[in-house]
């Protein structure tokens, strides 16, 4: 039997007091959070072990603790880092976990991680701070009857998480009005956040992250990495982190990446502290999935027995990365018009082929460009997300991304 193993990384609002404590008992976790504490500015034993509720909501610190502690307690799942990449085959995080699903698959350093994520946090404290909004979650009736209740009030459906549960968010009038007269069988909680996260009224964190984004180095994922915004394995660094930026006022769609990883074949899925809202969307909508929420150290020997049933290498980590173009989502590939031979130059940006599924038909492009040394499927072929098209032989030039950078 294939197996194929899933490590997701949760978002803002998974985090609760004291959940950082039993970890301080590993050895190095408390080291290492001293370290990211440096980095970020952010006291993170203070906040992840003795701060209150209120506390740790503020989202200028809730954002960077959630993402330390991911990365610390990844370190004790996986004390040696580069044997994660001869177990783990896709990586996806929610929302703020993204960016640390983006470091752990190799994209950014932790301390560009923690960086990010502690600018991203203050930048979108800023846009919330300036007209009163908030987000409420809906629970039950019908998804296509809640959207176009929430979108007639003006609401955006901010987080679409599958399983019969999704996010409105937009202004406190919006959301008083969209309570009172709820969608058919459909529970409204408000949550406690400070604003209308991955809305338009976010967009003044993405300016200020845009600009501090052109002076960030990247590098292509070790593994198939999910995004956040239609499920799609990427697999261009630059790409990575432009989406970064852009989902902080674009809706979460983590019913499509799960959909990615129904395509993908996962058979095991393991969310790294504070864990379990991921672990509980996937046992509902993921059958047959094992899963195990790490939430304390107490559950590392229940996630290593787990890693050891479904852990195989990463096909992108066995090749050199930067060589390959890989399919973004399941369907039937089809090569250009002009087609390409094998030693024919492909500049950066070049059209690949097309993909088409039965939602979309998506352009394939080479970000970093290349000559083509060998094509891995034939026209007309079905590929599954993360599949490698087409090996390049690798021009040494600066992307176009870097040239705007060193500008």
Same mark, same amino acid.
């Given at each position: 039997m294939c197996t194929v193993l899933v490590v997701v990384a949760p978002g803002q609002g998974a985090q609760a007091p004291g959940f950082l404590t039993p970890w301080l008992e590993v050895p190095g976790v408390e080291s290492r959070l001293e !370290?990211?504490?440096? @980095?970020?500015?952010?006291?993170?034993?203070?906040?992840?072990?003795?701060?209150?509720?209120?506390?740790i909501r503020d989202t200028?610190? =809730?954002?960077?603790?959630?993402?330390?502690?991911?990365? /610390?307690?990844?370190?004790?799942?996986f004390p040696h880092p580069a044997e994660a990449f001869t177990k783990v085959a896709v990586g996806a995080g929610h929302s703020v976990g993204e960016i640390t699903a983006a470091a752990a698959a190799g994209v950014l350093s932790a301390e560009?991680?923690?960086?990010? /994520?502690?600018?991203?946090?203050?930048?979108?404290?800023?846009?919330?701070a300036m007209t009163?909004?908030?987000?409420?979650? @809906?629970?039950?009736?019908?998804?296509?009857?809640?959207?176009?209740?929430?979108?007639?009030?003006?609401?955006?459906?901010?987080?679409?998480?599958?399983?019969?549960?999704?996010?409105?968010?937009?202004?406190?009038?919006?959301? =008083? =009005?969209?309570?009172e007269a709820p969608p058919d069988r459909a529970r409204i909680?408000?949550?406690? /956040?400070?604003?209308?996260?991955?809305?338009?009224?976010?967009?003044?964190?993405?300016d200020v992250l845009t600009r501090y984004s052109r002076a960030i180095s990247t590098h292509d994922p070790r593994i198939q990495l999910l995004s956040n915004a239609d499920g799609r394995v990427v697999h261009d660094g630059r790409e990575v982190l432009t989406r970064l930026v852009a989902q902080v006022s674009r809706p979460v769609r983590w019913d499509l990446c799960?959909?990615?990883?129904?395509?993908?074949?996962?058979?095991?899925?393991?969310? +790294?502290?504070?864990?379990?809202?991921?672990a509980g969307l996937a046992k509902r909508a993921l059958p047959?999935?094992?899963?195990?929420?790490?939430?304390?150290?107490?559950?590392?020997?229940?996630? !290593?027995?787990? +890693?050891?049933?479904?852990?195989?290498?990463?096909?992108?980590?066995?090749?050199?990365? !930067?060589r390959l173009v890989v399919a973004p989502l399941k369907g039937i590939f089809q090569r250009p018009e002009v087609d390409l031979a094998i030693g024919d130059p492909l500049p950066a940006g070049g059209a690949v082929g097309t993909i088409a599924s039965l939602r979309e038909s998506v352009d394939v492009t080479a970000p970093h460009g290349g000559t083509v040394v060998e094509w891995l499927v034939e026209d007309?072929?079905?590929?599954?997300?993360?599949?490698?098209?087409?090996?390049?032989?690798? @021009?040494?030039?600066?992307?176009?991304?870097?040239?705007? =950078?060193?500008?």
């Open positions: !370290w990211l504490s440096a @980095v970020s500015g952010i006291d993170l034993i203070e906040h992840g072990t003795r701060s209150d509720a209120d506390t200028a610190i =809730a954002q960077p603790l959630l993402v330390g502690a991911g990365l /610390v307690t990844l370190l004790s799942l560009q991680a923690m960086v990010f /994520v502690r600018e991203r946090g203050r930048a979108m404290a800023g846009a919330a009163p909004t908030g987000m409420s979650a @809906v629970l039950g009736g019908d998804a296509d009857e809640v959207v176009a209740a929430a979108e007639a009030l003006g609401l955006t459906p901010a987080n679409m998480n599958g399983a019969g549960q999704l996010v409105v968010a937009g202004t406190l009038e919006a959301l =008083a =009005a969209f309570a909680r408000p949550l406690q /956040v400070a604003g209308a996260f991955h809305t338009h009224f976010m967009q003044p964190a993405v799960m959909a990615t990883m129904a395509d993908l074949g996962v058979t095991a899925l393991i969310e +790294i502290p504070p864990a379990g809202t991921l047959g999935v094992e899963t195990v929420a790490l939430s304390t150290p107490d559950d590392l020997d229940a996630a !290593w027995a787990l +890693i050891e049933r479904h852990g195989v290498p990463s096909a992108l980590d066995a090749s050199p990365t !930067w007309g072929d079905p590929v599954s997300p993360g599949q490698p098209l087409i090996r390049l032989h690798p @021009v040494h030039e600066l992307h176009p991304a870097h040239e705007e =950078a060193l500008a």
